[in-house]
Each structure stands twice: as structure tokens, then as C-alpha cells.
């Protein structure tokens, strides 16, 4: 509760001293059809058509095109603003402000504290002071002074309103402060940044996008500090982007009635002289109409040629603005393929008709042609010329921008809600981790109630042992036998308990062999193994300690033996044990077995028929034998040699192993047809409180390591 409490007041802190962000947008619309003259040009109408993409058209709107000359209107790339005591100076000025003509908070009269206000609409610098800080202050009778980014005077008194230029460093300092409302000696804060940068600031902050599929609606949305700046900037963008499209239709326009005007006096010329030669072939052979097949001829004949020459001046535009290749061009050449097959077959069809006839229906075609050609041409020069004239695009401003005076950052409510909701959640996330760090078993008894297998003993934690791992560690040294060092040790006294009740574990076990192995690394079976074979061997019993451990087993650095020849190699020999025991090690009657040199294939050399032999043989000559064995959940080593053992016990250590992994080990250990007697819980803390710093790690290594 208290995190979530903080969280909430940070959160509402947070919302109290940040500053306010204010968010406007335009709607524009792109059409397929900038007008409605298209229609009437014609096949020259597809050049006017401007079916562009959005994305093209969102593009445009990003481009430094557009955004530029907004800069460059906006002044965007001058920021002015009044200085303001830190932290929760803005929050005051804009929360409870203060009269400009009334005295200043704390005394302070340099800091601004409501209602200041500076514009300034020019401002020019040397490139090194691009993003550096001058600073205005505020004088009497309408002037101001401006030190520059090194606090140097710069200029001492100049009038609002008048262009103000000195010399410093580098070059030439240009201002124009338009407006300043605050009392003297208030500061303000003056910014002058590289044009390009702020071009690609404005880029990257502009949200962009098409309302809707293939809807052709664009809304553009940006956000600043200042609402005023916001609503300029975006109507600015607007009214850029509608100017550079209707401007585009109108270079269009332009460009084809000079292509037009061009072809006009050729074109006259052409009709001139085709209407006098057919009048005069007709004076001369007095010829009144043509027969009705030769002028239905003719009339198929004049509309081909009509389409083929508005189809040839087609792609003379076209080869303007396109290369040959174009897929525009492609459609117009196969056009006209088309039309030319046609012109071809009605000139067949005219070699059918009488020779005086055919002569007639040539110059008349030629007239008529010229004059079709001419009279189309002269129409779409003025309707282009009213194109221009209408100033129209494709492009309508749909929605302007607004003044937005309540910002939509920060929102206190909902500030306070996520830090709430985040603070509870890290609070329950610190609480699990916490619960997770420390989820080994602490109880003996959970043993029990869980697993329903007897705890055989409970080793107290010994701070002697520990003194020997350090010293070991520290220096290299193989570390005394703890119940030899400290025989009346706590930890020594219950592992003597230990040796009592294996004696009524032992009764009715098929052998004496007792396997110790854990479900970790890091439990200290080996430090069990080692000190219980030798309380063992003190009470008179001939005991082998066998280290069964052939992946990194070091049980002779506890008896001060050397690995030398051991297990490995008496399980591939088959021979006699003797050869491979080291006897009366640490204590009189404790023969040691060590493991010998470490095999890469441990689990297989433990299923070798031998092996068991081995035990067998072991079994016959000592009163007990004990074998110390790897963690059962890192391999399967344990789980082959508890088939051999008579009796097994599963060693714990406090606040190491949770409750499922102490269960895949009891179940690995019982599916390899072990005997599991029960367990052995280690390193129990004197000081029941000191139950809660156990610490367990699940994930661990196990591999060869052999350590000499």
C-alpha cells in the first residue's frame, strides 16, 4: 500500500511540473478529378488527371517543400520564451500568475511569473551560436538589452519593434523583437536553430496519415507548447501544400496550350491549303456531291484520320514529360497501331471506287481533316486557358486548424491511475521475486507432510566448517575434517545421530551399501559422507568410503589422498578392489576408494557388468560401505547406482530446494528402482529466525571438472 501511495503522489508531482503539450490537426482532401472542364479536353483530360496516392500525397505534406516556408513563416526556428524559476516556476505562472505590473514572488524579478509574453519575428547568428542560449531582458519605456550565450553584452538598450543588429565573434547578431510584455528586469530566453534541423524536427513530430482505406482524407496532427504556435503551423502547412497543388495543375495547363500555340499556324497553314486545292479540283471538273458510298467513305475515312492525328499530338506531350518507354506511351503507340490498321483498310476499300471519284474523296478528306484537327485544337487552347484562369487543384482544405487551449499532456488522472496501477504491480513483483529467491524448503517437516518420507536427521548449520570452506578457498589448503577439528561441533553431534538411526535403516536393507546424492549442486552430501564414514570408523566398523561421483568428484581432498587410480579403473579391470583401495584414511578403519581418472562417458561405465560385481565384492569385506554420488536432477548417475544400494537418502539443505524439484528427485531416484530410506536435512540455521535468508538457484551447470 505505502509503494502504491508513493507512486501515486510521484505520478501526481510529475503531472504538477510537466509541461503542457497542446495538439491540433487539418483535414485535406485529395480528389481523383481537379475540375469539371476535364471532360470536355478530351484525351488531352488524362494529363490533368492527378490520381495520385495517398502516401504520395502524405509525402508532399512532409516534404521540405512544404515544411520549409512553414518554418520560415512560423519563425519556428527562433524559440523565445521567459525564464522561469525552476521546478514549479512554470507551474505558478500559468496556475496563479502574477500582474506584470505588481511585484515579483520571492523577490525575484528576474524570473517570469505570469503573463510574460515575447515574440520575435527575426533573428540571424553566426553558425557557432546555432542552439546556444541569449538571453533578453526587459527594460523600462518599451526596450530591452540582449547578452549573448557567453554572457556578453551584446546590446544595451533597443526599442521593440526595430530591427536591432551588433557585432560579436564570428559575424553579425540580426533581432527583431515585435512584441514583449513583462517588468523590468525579466528575463527571457532566446534560441536561434540551424533551419534544417528544425525542418527535420518538424518532419519526424508530424503525424501523417489517410483516414480510412483509399479514402483520399489526410489528417495531419502536431503538437508544441505553445496552442497559438500549434494552430499557425498546421494552417500554414495547409495552405502550402493546396497553393503547390493548384500551381502544379496551372504549370500543366500553362505548358500545354504553349505546346498548342505551337501547332496552331502549322495546322492553318495545312487547312489553308487543302480547302484550295479541293475547290479548285472541283471548279475545274465541275463535280456537285458525291456519289452516297464514296461519302460514306469518306466520312469514316475523315474520323480515323481525326483520331490519329489527336492521337499523334497525344504523345508528342506525352515524349515532353515521359521517355518512350513509359507505359502512358506504350498505350497511345498501341492506339494508334490500331487506328492506322484502319486507315489502311478503308484506303483499299477507296481503290474499289471510279478514278475521278477517287481523286475528289482524297482532297476532301484533306479538307475536312485539316479543318477537324484545326477547330478541336482551337477549343481545347480555350478551355485550357480556362483551366488556368480557374485556378482549381485536386486538393481541398476540408478542416483547418483550431486553437486548442486545454493540452492533452499531461493528464493528471490518468498519470496518477498508471503510477498507482505500477506501483502496486512493482510492489507485487518485488514481493514474488522476493518469495521466488527464497522458495527452498525451510521446514523438515514439509518433508514429511508433503512427500511422506522421514527426515533421518537434521544437520545444524556449523560456523566452524564454514571457517574451514573460507580458509580452503582462500589459500588452497585441503580443509580439516570438521568431526575430527571439532568433535563436540553441533553439526558433528547429529551426524552421529545419523549413524544411529542407519542402523535401524540398514535392518532390513537387501546390502549394506548406503548411497548419499541430492538433487543439486552445492547441498553438502560430500561433507556428510565424509565426516559420517569417519564417526563410523571411530565406533569400530570397517568402513569404505567410495566417491562415486565420476563427472568432478574431489572426496580425496577431504581425506588428503590423491585421485590417483580409482573407480573408473577398477570397473574396467573386473579385478580385485584391493588393488584400488587406500586404506586407514583420516581415521583407523576407513578405507577410501577415489574416483579415480575422470571418464567421458560416466552413466555408461556405471551400467558396465562389472560394476555391480564390484559392489558386490566391496559389500562382502566392510560393515559399511558408503558411496557419494552426483545431483540426481544433473545426471543419471545416481539413479544407476541406487539399483546397487541398499539404502539411499536424499540430502536437503535449507532454503535450497523447492518442493517440485525435491519431488523430480524423488521420483528419479524411485523410477531407477532405488531404495529411498529417506532424507537428511542440511545446514539448518541455530536461529529459527534465521530461517529467511535461505537463497536457492534452480538453474546450474554440471559438468567435468576435475579437481586434483
Known amino acids: 500500500m505505502g509503494g502504491a501511495l508513493g507512486a501515486a503522489l510521484l505520478g501526481g508531482l510529475y503531472a504538477l511540473i510537466t509541461k503542457p503539450t497542446y495538439e491540433s490537426n ?35 505534406l512532409r516534404s521540405r517543400m512544404i515544411l520549409g516556408p512553414t518554418v520560415d513563416a512560423v519563425h519556428l526556428d527562433i524559440d523565445a520564451k521567459p525564464t522561469y524559476f525552476p521546478l514549479f516556476g512554470r507551474f505558478l505562472a500559468s496556475r496563479v500568475p502574477a500582474p506584470v505590473d505588481g511585484a515579483p514572488r520571492l523577490n525575484m524579478p528576474s524570473f517570469a511569473w505570469g503573463n510574460e509574453v515575447i ?65 523590468p528586469g525579466t528575463r527571457f530566453q532566446l534560441v536561434h536553430s540551424k533551419r534544417l534541423d528544425v525542418i527535420t524536427r518538424l518532419q519526424k ?53 504553349r505546346f498548342l500555340d505551337r501547332q496552331l499556324p502549322g495546322l492553318k497553314d495545312n487547312l489553308t491549303k487543302a480547302e484550295t486545292k479541293y475547290n479548285n479540283y472541283r471548279t475545274k471538273n465541275t463535280i456537285v456531291d458525291l456519289p452516297v ?17 489527336q ?49 475528289t474523296v482524297g482532297l476532301a478528306r ?43 499532456w499531461p493528464r493528471p488522472g490518468l498519470i496518477i491511475l498508471v503510477a498507482t496501477t505500477l506501483g502496486i504491480f512493482v510492489g507485487l513483483v518485488t514481493a514474488f521475486a522476493f518469495k521466488a529467491l527464497r522458495s527452498g524448503i525451510e521446514d523438515p517437516a514439509e518433508v514429511e507432510d508433503k512427500f511422506g518420507i522421514p527426515v533421518y536427521a537434521t544437520i545444524p548449520h556449523s560456523d566452524q566448517q564454514s571457517t574451514f570452506g573460507r580458509i580452503e578457498r582462500a ?18 553431534e547429529a551426524i552421529r545421530s545419523l549413524r544411529t538411526a542407519l542402523q535401524f535403516a540398514q535392518f532390513d536393507a537387501r546390502n549394506n551399501i548406503l548411497m548419499l546424492t541430492g538433487p543439486a549442486p552445492g547441498v553438502g552430501k560430500s561433507f556428510i559422507a565424509v565426516n559420517l564414514a569417519a564417526l563410523m570408523a571411530s565406533s569400530g566398523k570397517r568402513v569404505l568410503l567410495i566417491d562415486g561421483d565420476l563427472r568432478r568428484g574431489y572426496l580425496h581432498r577431504y581425506v588428503g589422498a590423491a585421485r590417483g587410480r580409482g573407480l573408473t579403473e577398477l570397473i574396467r579391470s573386473g579385478g580385485d578392489a584391493g588393488e584400488f583401495i587406500q586404506p586407514d584414511t583420516l581415521v583407523k578403519g576407513l578405507d577410501f576408494i577415489p574416483t579415480g581418472e575422470l571418464p567421458p562417458n560416466a552413466a555408461e561405465l556405471l551400467l558396465h557388468p562389472n560394476f555391480e560385481q564390484v559392489l558386490s565384492q566391496l559389500s562382502s569385506r566392510y560393515d559399511h560401505v558408503i ?82
Open 119 to 183: 515574440d520575435v519575428t527575426q533573428m540571424e547568428v553566426p553558425s557557432q551560436y546555432n542552439g546556444r542560449i541569449w538571453t533578453v531582458t526587459a527594460l523600462p519605456n518599451g526596450q530591452y538589452s540582449l547578452r549573448s550565450p557567453d554572457d556578453e553584452p551584446v546590446v544595451d538598450h533597443c526599442d521593440v519593434a526595430r530591427v536591432c543588429r551588433a557585432t560579436v565573434p564570428g559575424g553579425v547578431v540580426t533581432v527583431t523583437v515585435e512584441r514583449l510584455v513583462g517588468r
Open 293 to 309: 458510298e464514296a461519302q460514306s467513305l469518306l466520312n469514316q475515312i475523315v474520323q480515323a484520320e481525326v483520331q490519329k492525328s
Open 311 to 359: 492521337l499523334v499530338l497525344q504523345r508528342d506531350q506525352l515524349l515532353q514529360r515521359f521517355t518512350p518507354r513509359h507505359p502512358n506511351v506504350d498505350a497511345v503507340n498501341r492506339q494508334l497501331d490500331t487506328v492506322n490498321a484502319q486507315i489502311a483498310a478503308f484506303n483499299q476499300r477507296l481503290k474499289a471506287i471510279p478514278a475521278n471519284e477517287q481523286d
Open 26 to 60: 487539418i483535414l485535406v482532401q485529395v480528389e481523383e478529378n481537379g475540375n469539371s472542364i476535364g471532360s470536355a479536353l478530351g484525351d488531352l483530360a488524362s494529363m490533368f488527371e492527378l490520381k495520385t496516392a495517398a502516401t504520395t500525397e502524405i509525402e508532399i
Open 475 to 492: 589459500g588452497g589448503n585441503n580443509a580439516p575434517l570438521l568431526a575430527r577439528a571439532a568433535p563436540t561441533d553441533l553439526a558433528v
Open 627 to 708: 558411496v557419494d554420488t552426483p545431483p540426481v536432477l544433473a545426471v543419471t548417475d545416481p539413479a544407476i547406482i541406487g539399483r546397487y544400494a541398499g539404502v539411499t537418502l536424499l540430502v536437503l539443505r535449507f532454503g535450497a530446494n523447492p518442493p517440485r524439484e525435491v519431488e523430480m528427485a524423488i521420483k528419479q531416484l524411485r523410477q531407477g528402482g532405488g531404495t529411498l530410506k529417506g532424507v537428511i536435512f542440511n545446514d539448518l540455521p541455530l536461529n529459527t529466525a534465521g530461517y529467511a535468508y535461505g537463497k536457492y538457484k534452480y538453474a546450474y551447470q554440471y559438468e567435468y571438472a576435475p579437481r586434483q
Open 205 to 257: 513530430s508530424l503525424n501523417i496519415s489517410e483516414q480510412g482505406k483509399d479514402s483520399g482524407i489526410i489528417s495531419t496532427v502536431w503538437r508544441s507548447d505553445d496552442p497559438h504556435k500549434t494552430q499557425a503551423v498546421l494552417n500554414e502547412i495547409a495552405r502550402l501544400y493546396v497553393k503547390q497543388n493548384v500551381d502544379r495543375k496551372s504549370a500543366e495547363a500553362d505548358n500545354m496550350i
Open 366 to 408: 484533306d479538307a475536312m481533316v485539316a479543318q477537324e484537327i484545326y477547330t478541336t485544337l482551337l477549343n481545347n487552347v480555350e478551355q485550357l486557358r480556362v483551366l488556368k484562369a480557374g485556378k482549381t487543384g485536386n486538393v481541398r482544405l476540408l478542416d483547418g486548424a483550431e486553437l486548442i487551449t486545454v493540452p492533452v
